[in-house]
């Protein structure tokens, strides 16, 4: 299935989601949306369709926009054939149009991945210095990190597993759980080993992932 | 070796001699490299890295004191000269009266530091001081092993 996420085209601009960042600014600049790399479909509507329902429900053709390329969509109808950037000229268009975002799972993935990358380099740009774990932790960047919350806990765990390091009260602030016994604090590689265990258990790891 | 990832962090080492002796690693810290703790390789840190009691006083001056006379065998002394059979480290604190690195004395006169997850120096005194670390204010001694 795919994930939906709605906001306004406002919203979309100043959103912190760099993929929708790059849909706004090409469609704003009128430029051809690369839908196939980045989302599945964009509806455009003042009234927005419920969450999780299908564009091709929609009985308003003047405000619905369809990429036919999208895979899910495949075999059935939809409205309008129209590009997005000849509906953004439409006088319903405004900064407070709703705009529905459907993306596959594999596409929230990679953008929750690369937003991680992101913040976890800038974090350690700034904090790999620090002596102090309590002050790598208090980091913005850091607190970023936990505030995208339990679908970023295999990202972590899966760094852990590449790269053991401090990752370990970000797991405890998201999950509200702590697996590292007293005598394994401090000792970075068995700390992650912990987390690394309890990941799988809980599911949020791979069985078969190597430990 | 210079590091220019050092150098920006810590700008007095552009005006004072040092030299990179390690690779970065992220699994042990200041502590456990000043304090020569071979068997224990790792984190030191009041609450969120190893500890060897629970502390009293979060990572305060008087924590670090206590814990380092009490496990680690060092006394307070009242300056960084060399003295001859004696091993010394010294306390960085900053402007908040908050300990943030330790470094320790070579045979030398010179100091050795593991810069967080970056790598080991040999470098002077006063070149970790600064912004992120504060100032070496404090300093113990023990026996030289």
Known sequence: ?211 | MKSPRLERDFPNLRSTAYEVKSEEDEEYNCIAWAANVKNRMIWWWPNTGYWPREPENDASVQEFMEVLRAFLGYEVCATSDLEKGCEKVALYVDHDGEPQHMARQLPSGRWTSKCGDLEDIEHELSGLEGDLYGKATMFLKRKAS
Not at chain 1, 46 to 60: F, I, N, R, T, V
Not at chain 1, 78 to 105: A, N, Q, T, Y
Request: net charge neutral; glycine share 4%.
């Open chain 1, 1 to 211: 299935m795919p994930a939906t996420s709605r906001v306004t085209l406002r919203e979309l601009n100043s959103s912190w989601d760099p993929a929708y960042k790059e849909a706004f600014s090409k469609a704003a600049k009128y430029r051809a949306l690369d839908s196939r790399r980045v989302y599945s479909v964009i509806s455009l509507h003042d009234e927005p369709h419920l969450e999780g329902q299908a564009p091709e429900k929609c009985s308003d053709e003047a405000k619905c926009w369809r990429d036919t390329s999208d895979p899910i969509a495949e075999g059935k109808s939809f409205c309008g054939s129209r590009e997005l950037h000849d509906w953004l000229k439409e006088p319903f268009m405004s900064s407070e149009s709703s705009v529905i975002v459907w993306k596959s799972e594999s596409e929230k993935q990679q953008v929750l991945e690369e937003r991680f990358r992101e913040l976890s380099e800038k974090w350690r740009d700034e904090t790999g210095a620090f002596s102090s774990a309590t002050k790598k932790v208090m980091n913005f960047h850091y607190l970023r990190i936990v505030g995208m919350g339990m679908p970023v806990v295999p990202v972590i765990l899966r760094e852990l597993q590449r790269r053991p390091s401090h990752w370990f009260q970000a797991l405890t602030f998201i999950t509200g759980e702590d697996p590292v016994k007293p005598e394994e604090k401090g000792d970075i590689s068995r700390m992650a080993e912990a987390w690394i265990r309890l990941g799988k258990q809980r599911g949020w790891l791979d069985e078969e992932s190597k430990t």
